[in-house]
RNA sequence: GUGGGCGUAGCUCAGGUGGUUAGAGCACCAGGUUGUGGCCCUGGUGGCCGCGGGUUCGAAUCCCGUCGCUCACCCCA
């Protein structure tokens, strides 16, 4: 408790959020489960450093320069000897820095990974949308077999429905290659300076800055005018144009349902060919709950030799808000806790208590010196199976909290009973 | 960075047009029950009414500012 009339000095910062104890169990479980995923997948964890330098401009070359993220929304700040560092603002860049820098494409042919934990971007928190966020995701690099952006899109939906999630939506485009998008870029970008007057001011300015993204605004005002707009998949180069194709045949085989969206657009630089997005209705605006797609040039970018890939994120924020209070996790529970009733026999019941934890039983007593009423109640309220009541006698009384019964035995004899009712 | 909504007890929220000691539910503590939990009953702890200024005899209430939270835009997982 704070000193009566002070107010709280100090507070989280804005956007970043404790994760409380009653909140953990979610989280631990979800990670637990997506861990199990991966095995089957045959993808393996990497952790990277949760601060990466930026002076050779890893996230500027990766995520791309003109890109909300790194222009405006990356916490950067000077080190003690004047390096500039950065909190990573997400993961694909940091995989590939540490595949590079440790020879990982030398130790064979394809290299699956996965990765989760913290990431930054200073933008105006909103739901499902902090300033610090957690991703779980995964890259697959070193092939561009059109099948492996099916295992990667299909492994993305298998997390979310082991998350328990239902009524997702998955949407697919390709946004072509160096070599067809610039082309479909210049087309559509002629388009849409002939229709300027049209359009809302947000897009006039997306036209010159990221043409692509246009196609994406949620105004009514735009929409006639982006459904009239030349689609991408009428400029993909034939190289571009099969192997979406062979990537939608295997979705098929693999009985994924998705749907076509020529509008889907990614906002890092370093997309090519396959966009993805899984989407979850009810979740607000910010209904992406896991994104992704293929990366071919961005190993060359960072100055590796040129080795496709791709990958994917899923928010652990709007996975956990899209699940709500379904995925409320039992309470903490307790097995057994211990009852001492006055100083002396709070001696016995420091050293019982010690020896059912050897056992791995967990336990805990009143520390309190409160009364026995009062201890049960608390017993009660932490979901105790059995309460021990330690008096001064020799005898104790064990009692089981879910039928009331209770029985009365040696103090030397209740480690061992409780074990054979526990097991 | 831009716009809307909201800041009253640990939590969820009441407090018409300003008017005495600011309320409820939940939670917490104690008692009812001569050390025995849940249900019920009774009582109790807990509030600079976000902060600062202004209007007024008088402000939780009206006005201005500020900070915080929140939703949306931008952007993104």
Redesign the pocket.
């Given at each position: 408790m704070l000193i009566?009339?002070t107010?709280l000095p100090f507070?989280a910062v804005?956007?970043m959020k404790d994760i409380l104890p009653e909140e953990i169990d979610v989280w631990n479980h979800l990670e637990r489960l997506a861990r199990q995923v991966f095995q089957a997948y045959h993808y393996r964890e990497i952790r990277t450093p949760i601060v990466e330098e930026t002076e050779p401009e890893l996230f500027v070359r990766g995520v791309g320069e003109t890109?909300?993220?790194v222009s405006k929304?990356m916490y950067a700040f000077p080190d003690r000897k004047g390096r500039s560092l950065a909190l990573r603002p997400?993961g694909t860049a940091p995989v590939i820095r540490a595949y590079l820098e440790h020879g990982l494409d030398r130790q064979g042919s394809l290299l699956k990974l996965f990765y989760l934990g913290p990431f930054f971007?200073s933008?105006?928190?909103?739901?499902?949308?902090?300033r610090e966020?957690h991703?779980i995701g995964a890259e697959a690099i070193g092939s561009e077999n059109p099948a492996l952006d099916a295992e990667v899109i299909a492994l993305a939906i298998h997390l979310l429905k082991a998350f328990g999630l239902e009524g997702l939506k998955t949407n697919l485009n390709s946004i072509g290659c160096p070599s067809c998008q610039p082309d479909y870029r210049k087309v559509l970008i002629k388009y849409l300076r002939s229709k300027s007057d049209s359009l809302c001011s947000?897009c006039r300015d997306?036209t010159e800055r990221?043409p692509l993204?246009v196609l994406d605004?949620?105004?009514e005002k735009c929409r006639p005018l982006i459904e009239k707009a030349p689609s991408i998949s009428g400029y993909l180069c034939p190289a571009c144009a099969e192997h979406f194709q062979r990537v939608q045949t295997h979705l098929d085989d693999l009985g994924v349902e998705y749907s076509l969206d020529p509008y889907l657009v990614?906002?890092?630089d370093y997309y090519t060919r396959t966009a993805f997005?899984i989407a979850y209705e009810h979740l607000?605006?910010?209904n992406?709950?896991?994104?992704g797609g293929r990366f071919d040039g961005l190993i060359e970018e960072l100055g590796g030799v040129s080795t496709p890939a791709v990958g994917f994120?899923?928010?652990m924020?709007?996975v956990i808000l899209a699940k709500g209070k379904e995925l409320e996790m039992p309470t903490c529970r307790i097995s057994v806790y211990l009852a001492p009733?006055?100083e002396e026999a709070g001696r016995e019941t420091v050293k019982l208590l010690q020896r059912l934890r050897g056992e791995g039983i967990d336990s805990d007593m009143d520390y309190q010196g409160?009364?026995?009423?009062?201890q049960?109640?608390?017993?009660?309220?932490l979901q105790a199976k059995y309460v021990v009541?330690i008096?001064e006698k020799e005898t104790v009384?064990l009692?089981d909290?879910?039928s009331?019964e209770?029985e009365e035995m040696e103090q030397g004899l209740v480690v061992k009973k409780i074990k054979e009712k526990l097991s």
């Open positions: 009566k009339g107010k507070k804005r956007g890109s909300d993220i929304q997400e971007r933008e105006r928190p909103q739901a499902g949308r902090g966020f991703q947000d997306r990221n993204r605004c949620k105004r990614r906002g890092l997005e607000g605006a910010q992406a709950v896991a994104a994120a899923l928010g924020e709007r009733q006055g409160r009364s026995l009423k009062s049960l109640r608390l017993a009660n309220r009541i008096s009384i009692k909290m879910q009331g209770q």
